[in-house]
T-cell receptor, first 112, second 114 residues
């Protein structure tokens, strides 16, 4: 069935470095992609989203890149801070109302 | 402006019991979705409610049911609880015109089935 997966389950970086979290998706019909950050004991927090008619979108310190040719999504975090430490999920949608398919997550650890 | 609120935050039940979880959407949002998140996994879609009706459903048995009220709040009911139902149950809401996809999540209800 359709699935969204992550290449790396854990990522450790130093404070101030740039972080890149990758995600592969398999449903070519998906036309909406979204990144969430989840801290311990909390629900997923929206970071940034992108539609399939775009290949790049920027937010505050974050950039999402979409490569539809290879079905790849990435989240770039600039000047990573200790507060960015969390689990990051990518999710895909656009094929049915309200149904987002989540990947298993990447644990980002930022060392001071 | 309150975000998505869920109650209770934690709940302990025994096998065979029934449970009701509650959710109030973010102000201005009219669509509510429910997700189940097992430990170490990404959230799994249960169903979505819009205009007081179930609009879309994931691969969950009929033991999982829900309701949406005229004020857009929602309940998730699970009957005949199994040990495997232990998980974090997340409610998410979205505003009109977004296709119910740009979801804003609450902090969840942690359900433990003993």
């Amino acid at each position: 069935g359709e699935s969204v997966g992550l290449h790396l389950p854990t990522l450790s970086v130093q404070e101030g470095d740039n972080s890149i979290i990758n995600c592969a998706y398999s449903n070519s019909a998906s036309d909406y992609f979204i990144w969430y950050k989840q801290e311990s004991g909390k629900g997923p927090q929206f970071i940034i989203d992108i539609r399939s008619n775009m290949d790049k979108r920027q937010g505050q310190r974050v950039t999402v890149l979409l490569n539809k040719t290879v079905k790849h999504l990435s989240l770039q975090i600039a000047a990573t801070q200790p507060g960015d430490s969390a689990v990051y999920f990518c999710a895909e949608g656009g094929t049915s109302y309200g149904k987002l398919t989540f990947g298993q997550g990447t644990i980002l650890t930022v060392h001071p | 402006d309150a975000g998505v609120t869920q109650s209770p935050t934690h709940l302990i039940k025994t096998r065979g019991q029934q449970v009701t979880l509650r959710c109030s959407p973010k102000s201005g949002h009219d669509t509510v979705s429910w997700y189940q998140q097992a430990l170490g996994q990404g959230p799994q879609f249960i169903f979505q409610y819009y205009e007081e009706e179930e609009r879309q459903r994931g691969n969950f048995p009929d033991r999982f049911s829900g309701h949406q009220f005229p004020n857009y709040s929602s309940e998730l009911n699970v009957n005949a609880l199994l040990l495997g139902d232990s998980a974090l149950y997340l409610c998410a809401s979205s505003r009109p015109g977004t296709g119910g996809e740009k979801l804003f999540f609450g902090s969840g209800t942690q359900l433990s089935v003993l």
